[in-house]
């Protein structure tokens, strides 16, 4: 390590009460309060002094029905994914239309863009944890030609079983001028750019352009509007994250949030002091306001990134302390260029490496496959089906274009996020409930199934990892979130 974090000593009081447990009451008028705004109507969260916070059941649930669709705090799309699939910035749906999503990533892929899921760079990739799963114009649409420059230079895909297409056919697809065979069947929103001007974020309605702004945006675009106090660095630092390790945006994205949630405590406590003339004055400082601020996210278990990350399986055990330590320093990297882009005075203590980490650390155990599944494969599913006559004149048009894209045309939109009550949901073995997308359900909220019959009182458990794994295998894959699985199946198997 270079140097040690000098905010990490400045403000080791911050960094304590930031990171300290909410109190036991805290936490619970939290969820309680989530539970009833959000409307998560037979669901409670009880603490339980042994096992932590859980999810319990309110009510019964039949075998199938959906338990929970839970709204992300914060989420990303994978980066390499952004060549694949053109999706809201915020909740994530598919947009623009069918001939945009197919022509974009035909173009993107003759430029040479990798379509792939990753770039071939040194990476270092976070073991995920998974617990699965202005009016709009033309002009927005066609973002296509402005977004290539900002996917990275990666080298171009396999081309195995794919076919190119001229270039003039898939720009005239991506412009509308070549419209395929039945895409009423499959309407998507118009793509909204982003206001700040940046040309990456394009939204499914002005609704969530603007609570994407409100959130974190406003922060992290690099557009002339942008609200950070150095575009430039700003660049740095995500072309960084996408070279090395894109869960870096995320925790940007935490940072940007509480940041904006401070300013605007502090905006309202101002106001509040103009109404009298001796003035509140906060005890330690802004303290108090940048704990409120940040108080969504203390509800999530935390360990520091370069703790919790998993060895991988080609770093021998003798090289974990170096591995570890390699980690941090890319943490450390990565944090030094976000604080350049958007630092923030009274929030200074969530610009400590150990906020940092604890934030990564998150999401590593707690986050969840953030998945959209792709209205291209739904359409070539539905030409495929058509009766004889009507599919053999639309895949004179369509025929083409599945061919050019080859086996992995079916790519859904893919990225990590946190979701507040997901995140508390125990693991089990034999789970009673599961991470599971229906055919309605098109955005990036988690979406949680029953297995089987849940009564009320019963816990709601899925499973983090493959249950059907052998025991041995099952405890060693739980190790890595820091527990010895105790569930009923366990138990009955244990030698």
Request: contains cysteine.
């Amino acid at each position: 390590m270079e140097g040690i974090c000098p905010i990490d000593s400045q403000f080791s009081h911050e960094i304590s009460a930031l990171l300290k447990p909410p109190p036991a009451h805290q936490l619970q008028e939290y969820f309680d309060n989530l539970i009833r705004t959000r409307q998560y109507l037979g669901l409670k969260v009880k603490h339980d002094g042994e096992f932590g916070k859980g999810v319990y059941a309110d009510s019964d649930f039949g075998e199938g029905e959906l338990v929970l669709k839970d709204q992300m705090l914060v989420g990303a799309q994978h980066s390499s994914n952004k060549i694949n699939c053109l999706v809201c910035g915020f909740c994530f749906r598919f947009i623009g239309s069918i001939e945009l999503q197919i022509g974009r990533r035909l173009y993107l892929q003759g430029l040479g863009v990798s379509t792939s899921n990753g770039c071939g760079r040194e990476t270092f990739s976070h073991n995920s944890h998974d617990h699965c799963q202005v009016d709009s114009s033309e002009d927005e649409d066609n973002c296509y030609m402005e977004d290539h420059d900002e996917l990275g230079e990666c080298a171009s895909s396999s081309s195995k079983d794919k076919v190119p297409l001229p270039k003039g056919v898939v720009e005239s697809l991506m412009n509308g001028e070549l419209a395929l065979p039945y895409p009423k069947e499959f309407p998507l929103p118009s793509a909204i750019a982003c206001s700040g001007g940046c040309g990456e974020a394009y939204y499914c309605s002005k609704l969530c352009a603007e609570a994407d702004w409100e959130s974190s945006h406003s922060l992290l675009c690099t557009g002339e509007k942008s609200e950070s106090i150095c575009r430039e660095a700003l660049s740095k630092f995500i072309q960084h994250a996408n070279e090395t390790n894109d869960i870096f945006l995320l925790a940007a994205k935490v940072i940007c949030f509480t940041i904006l949630r401070y300013k605007k405590l502090k905006k309202a406590h101002l106001k509040e002091q103009e109404k009298y003339t001796s003035a509140i004055v906060l005890k330690n400082g802004d303290l108090p306001l940048l704990l409120e601020a940040w108080k969504p996210i203390s509800m999530g278990f935390k360990k520091r990134w370069w703790d919790c990350i998993a060895l991988p399986d080609d770093v021998h055990s003798c090289d974990e302390a170096a591995f570890r330590a390699q980690i941090k320093e890319l943490a450390f990297t990565s944090l030094k260029l976000l604080k350049e882009a958007i630092f923030c005075k009274g929030c200074e203590p969530l610009f400590s490496l150990e906020i940092y980490g604890h934030i990564i650390g998150m999401f590593e155990l707690n986050n969840l496959d953030l998945v959209v599944a792709s209205p291209v494969e739904d359409y070539f599913l539905y030409i495929d089906d058509l009766p004889y006559p009507q599919k053999k004149k639309a895949e004179e048009i369509t025929r083409q274009f599945l061919d050019a894209l080859g086996d992995d045309y079916s790519v859904p939109c893919q990225g990590t996020a946190f979701f507040p009550l997901q995140s508390c949901m125990n693991h089990s073995c034999y789970p009673n409930a599961k991470a599971f997308k229906r055919e309605e359900d098109r955005d990036g909220q988690a979406t949680i199934i029953a297995l089987r019959p849940i009564f009320k009182e019963e816990e709601v458990t899925i499973s983090y990892i493959d249950e059907d794994l052998p025991f041995d295998e099952r405890q060693a894959l739980l190790a890595d979130y820091g527990f010895r699985c105790k569930c009923p199946k366990c138990l009955e198997e244990e030698p």
